[in-house]
T-cell receptor
Framework: AQTVTQSQPEMSVQEAETVTLSCTYD???????LFWYKQPPSRQMILVIR????KQQNATENRFSVNFQKAAKSFSLKISDSQLGDTAMYFC????????????WGAGTKLIIKP | GAVVSQHPSRVICKSGTSVKIECRSL??????MFWYRQFPKQSLMLMAT?????????EQGVEKDKFLINHASLTLSTLTVTSAHPEDSSFYIC?????????????FGPGTRLLVL
């Protein structure tokens, strides 16, 4: 069975700093997808970034980028130039390819951006 | 875009009554919709997977007779909490995946907060 581990329950950084959230996973699959979702205080889940395991290139979305290390089964999220609006819970999730499209979730990391 | 709505956003009901929550994909057709429950400061717990036109698949430990799911169209799924009790109070979230394209990404509704008195 697949598992997703987020080892940092909470992190806080100053506005404009760069922060990295860690995520590791365990799977015997070769093809899969990885996601980072953000849940701000409004509790609306928002997709931040996704990565296909067959792609070696790390995904980027503006200030958000990932460091995908397939052999190490690591999928960290880097937020550059952090903003107050980045304050949220961040969840890492895993999905097998050609599956029932179910997501396996990490426990989440609470990120606080301080002014 | 890929917008998912949920209604109501918040509901308070008396113990023993039933509550229906609607999940709609507004600008795309959703082959599959998922229903989650989230307790405070915790991750999402998948309750069931719903495919249009077929019976929902429930996760272990989720009572299908208590949490009735109907996915009658490609844009609407409903979750009915029957004979609700205080322990059913929670935040319920739905998500949908597109019928077209690769379909791996789930798009989430804003959630429904249920309080059972």
């Amino acid at each position: 069975a697949q598992t997703v581990t987020q080892s940092q329950p909470e992190m806080s950084v100053q506005e404009a700093e760069t922060v990295t959230l860690s995520c590791t996973y365990d799977t015997s699959e070769n093809n899969y997808y990885l996601f980072w979702y953000k849940q701000p205080p409004s509790r609306q889940m928002i997709l931040v970034i996704r990565q296909e395991a067959y792609k070696q290139q790390n995904a980027t979305e503006n200030r958000f980028s990932v460091n995908f290390q397939k052999a190490a089964k690591s999928f960290s999220l880097k937020i550059s130039d952090s903003q107050l609006g980045d304050t949220a819970m961040y969840f890492c999730a895993f999905m097998k390819s050609h599956s029932n499209y179910q997501l396996i979730w990490g426990a989440g990391t609470k990120l606080i951006i301080k002014p | 875009g890929a917008v998912v709505s949920q209604h109501p956003s918040r509901v308070i009901c008396k113990s023993g009554t039933s509550v229906k929550i609607e999940c709609r994909s507004l600008d795309f057709q959703a082959t599959t919709m998922f229903w989650y429950r989230q307790f405070p400061k915790q991750s999402l717990m998948l309750m069931a997977t719903s495919n249009e036109g077929s019976k929902a698949t429930y996760e272990q430990g989720v009572e299908k007779d208590k949490f009735l799911i109907n996915h009658a169209s490609l844009t609407l799924s409903t979750l009915t909490v029957t004979s609700a009790h205080p322990e059913d109070s929670s935040f319920y979230i739905c998500s949908a995946r597109k019928a077209s394209g690769s379909g791996e990404t789930q798009y989430f509704g804003p959630g429904t907060r249920l309080l059972v008195l």
